[in-house]
């Protein structure tokens, strides 16, 4: 099993540009989660889908922030606008009930 | 609501020595525990888990950890240290109500020393 896949690994853009971040989970997993890393804030939970439908999106940031999964192998969370304070690593991970397993995350930088 | 305390932010070891990092948890219910590890500039790997079975789970690469119920503890262990076990490590509790939500510790990272 190749794992769950992010890409890009690693963004680096400027303020005010669209970013899309891109997630395919472990197949079979029927859960998906984004997160979000920084120093300051560790591992936040951005959003939760189940089945494909999202459960939980309460750590969403703000409107700038949407994440999408249109069917059990991919997913997106999109910025726009990006902003500077958004540079993060951003993980996704996966998990078919308790445990989650985690992608190697995509570091974003907005300059 | 759970939380996680890693009691330690830092822990250095010599290569060969054993290694302990200690991690409290609160929960109203019984709890599901995880230690992951993260090596720099890599995703969260899961070490070990811990869902009300043998309270002495056994993780990869000999890595283990005790649930103590009485301690609300689930240190983790290994017995001897490598220069690869040089990570942050992140102790776990789900959620009491929605075992999707994860509460992480703030991180302990290893240093070992050659």
């Known amino acids: 099993d190749a794992g769950v896949i992010q890409s890009p690994r690693h963004e680096v853009t400027e303020m005010g540009q669209e970013v899309t971040l891109r997630c395919k989970p472990i197949s079979g997993h029927n859960s998906l989660f984004w997160y979000r890393q920084t120093m300051m804030r560790g591992l936040e939970l951005l959003i939760y889908?189940?089945?494909?439908?999202?459960?939980?999106d309460s750590g969403m940031p703000e409107d700038r922030f949407s994440a999408k999964m249109p069917n059990a192998s991919f997913s997106t969370l999109k910025i726009q606008p990006s902003e500077p304070r958004d540079s993060a690593v951003y993980f996704c991970?996966?998990?078919?009930?308790?445990?989650?397993?985690f992608g190697p995350g995509t570091r974003l930088l907005v300059l | 609501a759970q939380s996680v305390t890693q009691l330690d932010s830092h822990v250095s070891v010599s290569e060969g020595t054993p290694v302990l990092l200690r991690c409290n948890y609160s929960?109203?219910?019984?709890?599901?525990l995880f230690w992951y590890v993260q090596h720099p500039n890599k995703g969260l790997q899961l070490l070990l888990k811990y869902t009300s079975a043998a309270t002495l789970v056994k993780g990869i690469n000999g890595f283990e950890a005790e649930f103590k119920k009485s301690e609300t503890s689930f240190h983790l262990t290994k017995p001897s240290a490598h220069m690869s076990d040089a990570a942050e490590y992140f102790c776990v509790v789900s959620d009491d109500g929605n075992d999707y939500k994860l509460s992480f510790g703030a991180g302990t990272t290893v240093t070992v020393r050659a």
């Open positions: 889908f189940n089945n494909n439908v999202p459960i939980d």
């Open positions: 929960s109203s219910y019984s709890p599901s």
């Open positions: 991970a996966s998990s078919p009930r308790e445990t989650q397993y």
